[in-house]
């Protein structure tokens, strides 16, 4: 599992889970699967950073290598 920082930065924006799924038009499990550390798609990654309302080149503040 890789470690993440998707839960903190939802959470300090006040979105929760089925909202962030929402947002970026995935399923909750697969929200609570990724805040867990498992692994996931670049294209959910994408999805991910846009509805919380980042670019991009913010990954690494989601994602760090």
């Given at each position: 599992?890789?470690?993440?920082h998707?839960?903190?930065?939802?959470?300090?924006?006040?979105?929760s889970k089925?909202?962030?799924?929402?947002?970026?038009?995935?399923?909750?499990?697969?929200?609570?699967?990724?805040?867990?550390?498992?692994?996931?798609?670049?294209?959910?990654m994408?999805?991910?950073?846009?509805?919380?309302?980042?670019?991009?080149?913010d990954?690494?503040?989601?994602?760090?290598?």
């Amino acid at each position: 599992m890789q470690q993440n920082h998707v839960k903190e930065i939802r959470e300090s924006l006040l979105i929760s889970k089925a909202e962030l799924a929402r947002l970026a038009n995935i399923s909750p499990l697969t929200v609570s699967r990724i805040e867990n550390g498992y692994p996931c798609r670049m294209e959910t990654m994408r999805k991910i950073i846009f509805a919380l309302g980042f670019k991009k080149e913010d990954k690494t503040k989601f994602f760090p290598e």
